[in-house]
Nanobody, 123 residues
Framework: QVQLVESGGGLVQPGGSLRLSCATH????????MGWYRQAPGKERELVAS???????NYPDSVKGRFTISRDNAEHTVFLQMNSLKPEDTAIYYC?????????????????WGQGTQVTVSS
């Protein structure tokens, strides 16, 4: 069974930094895109950053220049470095990965989500 496990959330003051990690557990074939999403109370879940298997990142304007996504393909882990944090960055952050696994002698694709980690930016 494949699981994504996030860590690194917490409480930070405005202007501070946090680094989130998301590790993949289980037997997998390969991972394509990986990404981070967030959901604030009363709002829809939104993309924060994504990265292709080749390491090409993508950011929305709201975090561009402040957040950096990276990945370790050997360890099947994705990271999110968040700098210059603002109160509006407060949300639950989820990692997501497009993972291929072998099941019944066939290679099958699925989107997997982590359980989420709380990030709170407040003075």
């Amino acid at each position: 069974q494949v699981q994504l496990v996030e860590s690194g959330g917490g409480l930070v003051q405005p202007g501070g930094s946090l680094r989130l990690s998301c590790a993949t557990h289980g037997i997998i074939s390969s991972i394509n895109d990986m990404g981070w999403y967030r959901q604030a109370p009363g709002k829809e879940r939104e993309l924060v950053a994504s990265i292709s298997s080749a390491g090409i990142p993508n950011y929305p304007d709201s975090v561009k220049g402040r957040f950096t996504i990276s990945r370790d393909n050997a360890e099947h882990t994705v990271f999110l470095q968040m700098n210059s944090l603002k109160p509006e960055d407060t949300a639950i952050y989820y990692c997501k990965a497009e993972i291929y696994v072998w099941r019944n002698y066939a290679r099958q694709r699925g989107d997997y989500w982590g359980q989420g980690t709380q990030v709170t930016v407040s003075s």
